[in-house]
Nanobody, 124 residues
Framework: QVQLVESGGGSVQAGGSLRLSCAVS???????MGWFRQAPGIEREGVASIAGYGIATYADSVKGRFTISQNNGENTLSLQMNSLKPEDTAMYYCAATAGWPAGGPFDGTSYPYWGQGTQVTVSS
């Protein structure tokens, strides 16, 4: 069983930065982790993912602005978000799955473990 707890959300003006963290209690073995977001009335979307061997994948909407990283020694997953835009406003969730997600890195149904979410609000 993997438990995930997000932190670091908040409110910021457009152009600002936030750093999200996800504390992970993880079993041994290779896992893939991702950040997803969901705004009211909008389907959940994948933002960034990182495989156990460190390869990161980003949604086109955040490339060049967001950076996903993991600190295996501290069992934490982070998402550094720069140049934030109002359209980045959403609830952000970290998620985990063993191995590689069967449906691809941004297929939420392939991730059985989820955190409770942290709100990010970007004002114009």
């Amino acid at each position: 069983q993997v438990q995930l707890v997000e932190s670091g959300g908040g409110s910021v003006q457009a152009g600002g930065s936030l750093r999200l963290s996800c504390a992970v209690s993880r079993p041994s073995g290779n896992i893939c982790m991702g950040w997803f977001r969901q705004a009211p009335g909008i389907e959940r979307e994948g933002v960034a993912s990182i495989a156990g061997y460190g390869i990161a994948t980003y949604a086109d909407s955040v490339k060049g602005r967001f950076t996903i990283s993991q600190n295996n020694g501290e069992n934490t997953l982070s998402l550094q978000m720069n140049s934030l835009k109002p359209e980045d406003t959403a609830m952000y969730y970290c998620a985990a799955t063993a191995g590689w997600p069967a449906g691809g890195p941004f297929d939420g149904t392939s991730y059985p473990y989820w955190g409770q979410g942290t709100q990010v609000t970007v004002s114009s």
